[in-house]
């Protein structure tokens, strides 16, 4: 999965022209308070259909992000019982990230410097979209559709 993870952001980093992160990212992010435990986003997460949470303190603030590794790590490797682990014992610290305006193909090369499957999308202190290799695999989908109908024009 990883192999083909990274595969995917280099074709779409070599195949996006002049896109910008705001084109193409998640615009609903689905938070969680950070005194919450991992049984509850992982509850979150199965209802919503994802595969990662903003992590937020009681001033709406993003203090990080918990992923489906996160809970691989943190959780089930170390056998503990998720209704007993705090969302702030679980979440990884945001690292690094893509402003809206960031080119897409420089918001690509961060996640494989990396080694992240999404990076959150921060303006003016908020994380206001995050950009996944979902989105990823869908911009290049609307790429070859695109450029394989300008072909057929042609």
Do not use: W, Y
Not at 52 to 62: A, K, R, T, Y
Not at 143 to 151: C, H, N, P
């Amino acid at each position: 999965m990883v192999i083909l993870g990274n595969l995917l952001l280099l074709i779409v980093s070599k195949t996006v022209v002049q896109e910008i992160v705001s084109q193409i990212m998640t615009r609903h992010v689905v938070t969680i308070n950070s005194n919450r435990t991992a049984l509850d986003a992982a509850l979150l997460m199965k209802e919503k259909r994802i595969s990662s949470l903003i992590v937020q303190d009681d001033e709406n603030e993003s203090l990080g992000i918990i992923t489906e590794r996160d809970f691989v790590k943190r959780v089930c490797a170390q056998d503990k019982k998720s209704s007993e682990v705090l969302i702030s014992e679980l979440m990884s610290k945001i690292q690094t990230f893509a402003e809206p305006d960031t080119p897409v193909d420089v918001a690509v090369q961060r996640m494989i410097n990396n080694r992240i499957r999404r990076l959150p999308v921060i303006s003016d202190g908020h994380v206001i979209g995050i950009i996944t290799v979902t989105d990823l695999a869908k911009e290049l989908r609307r790429i070859m559709l695109t450029k394989g109908i300008v072909e057929l024009i042609d």
